[in-house]
């Protein structure tokens, strides 16, 4: 497999455990300052992430900033490979 897969899944992992550590943060520092668990805190998370990909869909856009094409091809020479091997 080309090293940008594996790049890519790195990036993708990396870039998860950094939200979930700030929501681990943001939560400890609440409980910190108030000594109440606020769970709270996970629904506004969600309605974000919900928000986000409302409008990533509704203006085309990709996170990366990409067209997708790129990934297209990726995805067909992995297929290829398969049918072949």
């Known amino acids: 497999m080309p090293a940008e897969i594996y790049l890519n899944v790195a990036v993708s992992g990396l870039l998860t455990g950094l939200v979930y550590g700030l929501m681990a943060l943001g939560l400890s520092v609440i409980f910190g300052v108030v000594r ?8 506004m998370m969600t309605i974000a992430m919900y928000l986000a990909i409302v409008l990533f ?23 290829r490979a398969c049918s072949a091997g």
Do not use: I, K, T
């Open 36 to 43: 109440v668990v606020n769970f709270a805190h996970g629904e």
């Open 57 to 79: 869909s509704a203006y085309r856009a990709r996170p990366a900033g990409d067209d997708g094409a790129d990934r297209r091809r990726a995805v067909r020479a992995r297929l």
